[in-house]
């Protein structure tokens, strides 16, 4: 909207409201002012509508961050416009752009926004959330000398696209310098039309409402609406229909390849599926233990469907970081090793896509969610009773609490004493099978976090994802030694390999190297920190309040 | 910032007309434009449907109590703003010579008081590409202000023996200025083509003179009903001789000045 002194919206609910609401801002200025239609060069009343698009990445991380990314096409130059909470932060000329396609960060090549939101998105791609269409027509607001003393816009937006639908009216006041007091008064006249809201909220919101979205409609989070009360089978499949939603959600950007983290968040989302049918698949009653079995196995197949491309993701994507580290060797020295894993990626990617295209996966997701969706409907409601302080009182075995409080001591528990039992002597896969024991106790206390109180959770969650990181520093550097040693190898049988990549792929694993034994030195600490008497309470009292 | 005067000894030539075209010319051509209507009897800013009132009067701007900024008006035209006219102008001459100076300096031609409009304007060059300043018609310490503070003075003619006598005083008189001296350029008003005279006399001058225009501002109606109309020649009749006449006249004017800009 253009800039004025003060902004409206007609949102009298009804789209057949909104034109008796202008049409009563019409006449309630009339009261004071001649109002004169502006006329174009046409002779049309409006100006022709303006598209707006709406970009974010699929997580949302503008609009988690406050900001939005709106690109405006123009003849001349499309531009893409980043608002804050205060007004515009950033603008920048882009040439060339597609707003339909995604775009990565090294498409905003340094311009102001590019810089603005680097450390935001990161690897995501911007991609087009909504876009809308606005025409907006201008009335003179006249004094009785027939002088132009304030002007009201009127903005019609509307979704662009497949679909038209109309967007509450945006209305403005905007003054003539050296008139504000008129523009003051009709800014009065206008606030006081019923159906009509002061403020200026631009039409995104509207925009996804219409389409049946909200902002931030999308997270990775495992936010599974659970209780303490609900019976432990209804818990644990609204936790694994959440999983399932997010792994359903990412697809289609997987096979798209719009960026990386549709793989993550999908491999991610199996994972935790996989942990938890070890956690609690018992206690989904209605699956009997076979299907269990096929379950946890087919989601194991996709899981390791998904591992090449992902880690030949992880070198590319960490291959600047690798390129900076370089001491002995050149930065060029690599290009031949990043062509090979570009080509090793391509190669992997189409045998991913083909997975999950293939009826075995669209027949897992299918069933899966039949078989959750039916343990929900057949699960009857434990006897849980609200207590004044809110929490549900458990009364019957076989509630979520039980089951959040069985699943996450015994979590602890393998952790614990799995993580007591190394030694300095202990060989690489002790710490390996620990960082997996870890990593379920994580899940754990994240399914069932709505039911754990939030400070006391974070303070463990905290410390165990401390524990984490050192293991899996430990283990993902060996990894990656592992797989450049297969690489280089390969890249000799395939005659792709000068002898200056070879000796800088071995730098970039003597750096690996390094950082594995720093990891693995700072180990104890952190397993201490997490494990210690004081951890063990900080659990024990977690489980204790959280869960009562 | 350029800063365009409208000037002429002589009333009734066409000064008001040519501020309030030349400022919706230049605004429409994407200055930012603003038009100071120092005549009294405001004219230009009548056109303009801007009630004649500063706040405080011209004194409280002159004595710079309060900011010219302060007292700028929207028109109804994209870009182009206007510091409307005041009653209180009548008595300018006093409110510029208000002896806070030295008396022997004021007396001499471009003393203080001569530069004050100069010094009330510099600020504005951040906000606006074009100053138009109208004057009112006389030989006064406002119209020195003027002269001193213009970068060019554009100077409407009409068509007599007696204009060259005119155009010759002031170009002497600003060729006395110290250090800044504005550009000259005159041009035809009020021209009648069917009258010998005034052919005779707008071919002949703008021939020999090179701050002449060769554009000539016709005698007719659509200009005189500017004031009825309260509204530039290309708002009341855009296709018409006037409004052709009015554009060369500012092509002409902005081409000669550009180096300037």
Excluded at chain 1, 300 to 312: A, F, N, Q, S, Y
Excluded at chain 2, 61 to 90: C, E, H, Q, W
Excluded at chain 2, 206 to 226: H, Y
């Amino acid at each position: 909207m253009t800039p004025g002194l003060a902004f409206f919206v007609a949102d009298g609910g009804d789209p057949q409201n909104w034109d008796d609401i202008v049409a009563a801002v019409l006449a309630a200025l009339s009261a004071e002012f001649t109002v004169a239609p502006e006329r174009t060069v046409a002779g049309a009343v409006s100006v022709p509508a303006a598209r707006v698009i709406w970009l974010d990445t699929f997580d949302w991380r503008l609009h988690k961050a406050g900001l939005t990314l709106e690109y405006v096409p123009g003849r001349g130059g499309s531009e893409l416009r980043l608002s804050g909470p205060s007004g515009l932060e950033a603008a920048q000329q882009v040439t060339g752009w597609r707003p339909a396609r995604p775009h990565l960060l090294a498409d905003l090549a340094g311009g102001a926004v590019g810089v603005r939101i680097a450390s935001l998105i990161a690897m995501r791609a911007l991609i087009p959330v909504v876009a809308t269409s606005t025409a907006t027509g201008v009335y003179r607001l006249l004094n009785e000398d027939d002088k132009t003393v304030a002007k009201l816009l009127v903005d019609r937006p509307a979704l662009d696209g497949a679909r038209k639908d109309p967007l509450p009216p945006r209305l403005a006041i905007a003054d003539v310098r050296g008139y504000a007091g008129p523009a003051r008064r009709a800014a009065r006249l206008l606030a006081a039309v019923p159906g009509v809201v002061q403020g200026a909220r631009p039409p995104l919101a509207d925009a996804l409402r219409v389409i049946g979205r909200r902002p931030g409609d999308y997270s990775n989070k495992v936010d599974a609406d659970i209780t303490a009360g609900m019976p432990a089978a209804g818990a644990g499949a609204a936790i694994l229909l959440r999983l399932l939603d997010t792994i359903d959600a990412n697809t289609e950007g997987v096979l798209a390849d719009i960026d990386t983290e549709f793989l993550h968040d999908l491999r991610v989302s199996v994972r935790r599926t996989r942990s938890a049918l070890k956690l609690f698949g018992d206690a989904l009653t209605g699956l009997t233990r076979e299907e269990l079995a096929f379950f946890a196995a087919e989601f194991k197949w996709v899981g390791d469907l998904t591992t090449p491309t992902r880690d030949l993701d992880v070198h590319l994507l960490d291959f600047e970081d690798t390129v900076r580290g370089l001491a002995a060797a050149k930065p060029d020295d690599l290009e031949a090793f990043r062509t090979f894993l570009e080509q090793r990626r391509r190669r992997e990617f189409r045998a991913l896509a083909r997975g999950l295209r293939s009826p075995r996966y669209a027949g897992l997701i299918q069933e899966w969610r039949a078989k959750l969706t039916k343990i929900q409907q057949d699960t009857v409601p434990a006897g849980g009773t609200r207590t004044r302080a809110g929490y549900h009182q458990q009364v019957a075995d076989g509630t979520a609490g039980l089951l959040a409080t069985v699943c996450t001591r015994t979590a602890f528990a393998k952790v614990a004493k799995r993580g007591a039992a190394i030694t300095p002597d202990s060989p690489a896969e002790a710490l390996h099978d620990l960082r997996k024991r870890c990593k379920e106790l994580r899940y754990a206390l994240e399914f069932f976090a709505p039911l754990y109180d939030p400070a006391a959770s974070a303070k463990v969650v905290g410390d165990l994802k401390r524990l984490q990181d050192c293991l899996g520093e430990f283990q993902d550097t060996e990894v990656q030694i592992g797989e450049i040693r297969t690489l280089a190898a390969a890249m000799l049988a395939a005659h792709e390999a000068p002898a200056v990549t070879l000796l800088a792929m071995g730098e970039v694993t003597a750096g690996l190297a390094a950082r594995q034994q720093a990891a693995r030195a700072d180990f104890e600490r952190r397993f201490a920190a997490f494990a210690d008497v004081a951890g063990q309470r900080r659990m024990s009292t977690l489980l204790r309040g959280g869960t009562a | 910032m350029l800063i365009y005067a409208t000037y002429n000894i002589k009333g009734g030539v066409g000064k008001t007309t040519a501020a309030v075209n030349l400022a919706y010319l230049a605004a429409g051509a994407g200055l930012r434009t603003v038009l100071w209507d120092l005549d009294p009897q405001g004219a230009a800013s009548f056109m303009f449907r801007v009630k004649p009132k500063v706040k405080g009067g011209g004194r409280a701007l002159i004595s710079g109590k309060r900011p010219l900024d302060d007292a700028i008006k929207g028109t109804d035209f994209d870009n182009l703003d206007l510091v409307p006219a005041d009653f209180t102008y009548r008595n300018m001459d006093l409110l510029l010579d208000d002896g806070k100076h030295d008396v022997k300096q004021s007396a001499l031609p471009g003393g203080k008081p001569a530069r004050k409009l100069s010094k009330l304007l510099a600020p504005l060059a951040d906000d606006y590409d074009a100053v138009f300043l109208d004057c009112p018609p006389s030989v006064s310490l406002v119209s020195e202000n003027v002269l001193h503070a213009a970068d060019v003075v554009v100077v409407p003619l009409i068509p007599t023996t007696l204009s060259v006598r005119t155009l010759d005083q002031l170009s002497d008189f600003v060729g006395e200025f110290k250090g800044h001296r504005p550009d000259i350029f005159a041009f035809f008003s009020m021209v009648d083509r069917r009258k010998k005279l005034h052919r005779g006399i707008t071919e002949k001058l703008a021939a020999e003179r090179d701050n002449v225009a060769q554009t000539v501002i016709p005698a007719l109606s659509v200009i005189e009903s500017m004031s009825v109309w309260r509204s530039p020649v290309g708002v009341i009749a855009p296709g018409s001789a006037a409004a052709r006449a009015y554009r060369a006249l500012w092509v002409e004017l902005r081409d000669r000045e550009e180096p300037r800009g």
